[in-house]
């Protein structure tokens, strides 16, 4: 089932975020902030703007994507964003990732977004990831660069 995060929901998804950061080669580089996460889910789900939807099975969150839908820094036109999307390692490959990305595509649709963008930074499944969006509708646009400085 795929529905809003409500207030509730935010200590389960901080969890959910711990793990998706756990696995991560270049996320967990950085220092986890359980109370910055927090205030980023809760201020997705209370803005206008933002949106959080959650996949459950048997009660318990198995996914997740966080969106905000703006107007682009050089546009009045409305770009939406995915800002995380992740599914538990266990429910990996299980409809529920389609639904929430066709529900996020949805959630664009409403808000008059012109477009939706989605990408996979996490450096797990990325290509498996790109290809899931792919079929359903997304199309490869950009390349991705970091330089790290020192620790």
């Given at each position: 089932m ?5 207030l509730?929901d935010?200590?389960e998804l ?5 793990l998706m950061?756990?696995e991560s080669?270049?996320?967990r580089?950085l220092?986890y902030?359980?109370d ?5 889910i809760?201020a997705?789900i209370?803005?206008?703007?933002g949106?959080?939807f959650?996949?459950?099975?048997e009660?318990?969150i ?19 964003q995915?800002?995380?999307?992740f599914?538990h390692?266990?429910h990996?490959?299980?409809f529920?990732a ?19 963008e989605?990408?996979?930074s996490?450096?797990v ?14 199309t490869r646009?950009?390349?991705?660069l ?6």
């Open positions: 795929i529905e809003h995060a409500t509730a935010v200590p901080v969890s959910l975020g711990r950061v756990a080669p270049r996320w580089r220092e902030s359980a910055r996460v927090g205030r980023t809760t997705l209370e803005s206008s703007s949106a959080v959650v996949a459950r099975q009660g318990q198995i996914g997740t994507i966080l969106l905000v839908a703006e107007p682009n820094w050089m546009s009045d036109e409305v770009i939406c995915e800002m995380a999307f599914m390692p266990d990996r490959g299980a529920a389609s639904r929430l990305i066709r529900t996020a595509i949805a959630w664009s649709e409403i808000k008059k977004a012109r477009w939706i989605a990408g996979s996490t450096g499944n990325a290509e498996r990831t790109a290809q899931l969006y792919e079929r359903l509708g997304f646009f950009q390349i991705g970091e330089c790290e400085h020192g620790t």
